[in-house]
């Protein structure tokens, strides 16, 4: 980058590691630096929470706002109802209103422990508002006259869909046009002049900033962020058990707080820059660290995110509770629970299924592979039946299941 940026936003997006690519980096720094900039990143309501994969982004509008602008969450109660189309091998499902409405509701959940709502701060707006009450024939005069057929082929997120013969209905095709529609409508009503994504939303940025042109003849921004992947080579967000959920009923905070103190070594310092608020000097400090001293960098970063998101008491409860369970050999507090009724138990329940129960496998087979590759435990004992059953009175005391040497959860029975 040979341009260095004068705001202060773009300075922090630079020296965290957030910044992959601007659609006009002087003149954005020019507006940031003239005034408050509202910004927007767009989050289509797909499930009931949010997850690690949409941290970037978060943290992203959260300094936002804290070097004075104003962000703006977009919940997509509009375009959910069509899906984006991008880099995806198959069309999404439809969702109801009903079901959109209950996983916008989820969302919001999270949002709200990073950013302010308060008088003249974020704003939380949905897509649903102006895409709903479209006229067809209207909006195709009026905005679908701008599109260029052929150049949306171009974009790799439809050509690399066409490329492996996948199909793309048309239905899909519209979501690109429907985003840049967003970010007019958000121009318009809300002098919004930044959208922000992962670089996989190029082409959908571009699109609006085209279109506000084309209809308005007003410039406006597109910034993206890099897609993350771990030093390893795995999508970020990713664990074991599946997708690292942002709210509390869908992933308990000591498994969030897990899912960072088992942070590879390369990627700490990198980790710290994202997605806390520790000084860019100290996380290049904690990052720098190796043997011993690299694993209480990773408790510091498990610790700052999690007292982000689900504030400073979960993290300290789930770092008590990993030291209890990982030093002393102990049953902690905070693990993930299994309580079973005495129905459910009956004569004996099988210890395969408590593991998929617990979430420490995710099918009977897999849990009966992990018994027989010894890496099951019970009570730190190793688990070699993969027939054994539990019975009142062995659940009687709280009973700990294993999976390998960092995943752990209880079964207890319901008093």
């Known amino acids: 980058m040979t341009y260095h940026p004068k705001s202060e936003f773009l300075n922090v997006m630079r020296e965290r590691g957030f910044m992959a690519d601007c659609t006009?980096?002087?003149?954005?720094?020019?507006a940031l630096m003239a005034g408050v900039v509202p910004a927007y990143i767009g989050?289509?309501?797909?499930a009931a929470s949010l997850h690690v994969g949409h941290l970037l982004n978060i943290m992203m509008l959260r300094w936002l706002q804290k070097t004075g602008h104003r962000p703006i969450t977009l919940m997509g109660g509009g375009t959910t109802k069509v899906g984006d189309p991008s880099f995806r091998s198959e069309e999404r499902p439809l969702l109801t209103p009903d079901q959109i409405d209950a996983n916008?509701?989820?969302?919001?959940?999270v949002f709200a422990r990073y950013l302010d709502y308060g008088e003249n701060g974020a704003l939380m707006l949905n897509n649903a508002e102006w895409l709903d009450g479209l006229n067809y024939l209207d909006f195709l005069r009026d905005i679908g006259r701008h599109f260029s057929v052929n150049r949306m082929l171009s974009f790799e997120s439809v050509k690399s869909r066409l490329d492996r013969e996948q199909s793309l209905s048309f239905l899909e095709f519209n979501y690109m046009i429907l985003q840049a529609y967003d970010f007019l409508e958000l121009y318009r009503r809300y002098g919004c002049l930044l959208q922000m994504g992962g670089s996989d939303q190029w082409g959908n940025i571009v699109n609006g900033i085209d279109l506000t042109r084309r209809v308005l003849d007003r410039e406006i921004?597109?910034?993206t962020s890099p897609l993350l992947t771990t030093s390893d080579g795995r999508k970020m967000g990713k664990s074991a058990g599946g997708a690292v959920w942002l709210n509390a009923e869908m992933l308990s905070p000591y498994e969030f707080w897990q899912f960072?103190?088992?942070?590879?070594d390369a990627d700490v310092g990198r980790f710290l820059k994202l997605y806390t608020e520790l000084p860019v000097a100290e996380c290049d400090r904690l990052g720098a660290l190796d043997g011993a001293e690299i694993n209480e960098a990773k408790i510091?970063?498990?610790?700052?995110?999690?007292?982000?998101?689900?504030?400073?008491?979960?993290?300290?409860a789930a770092e008590a509770t990993a030291r209890e369970v990982f030093e002393k050999g102990g049953v902690g507090e905070d693990l993930p629970t299994l309580?079973?009724?005495a129905e459910e138990v009956g004569d004996g329940i099988s210890v395969v299924q408590l593991i998929v129960r617990s979430g420490l496998a995710k099918s009977g087979k897999e849990a009966k592979r992990l018994i027989a590759d010894n890496g099951a435990r019970i009570d730190d004992s190793p688990l070699t039946d993969a027939g054994l059953l539990l019975d009142l009175a062995a659940l009687s005391a709280p009973v700990k299941l294993s999976a390998g040497r960092k995943r752990h959860a209880l079964v207890t029975l319901a008093r």
Do not use: C, S
Request: proline content about 2%.
């Open 24 to 30: 006009d980096l002087e003149g954005l720094d020019a």
């Open 43 to 46: 989050y289509d309501a797909t």
């Open 104 to 109: 916008i509701a989820g969302m919001k959940q």
């Open 221 to 223: 921004f597109g910034l």
């Open 260 to 264: 960072w103190r088992n942070t590879t």
């Open 300 to 316: 510091r970063l498990a610790n700052e995110v999690t007292a982000l998101l689900h504030g400073p008491d979960a993290a300290a």
């Open 339 to 341: 309580t079973l009724t």
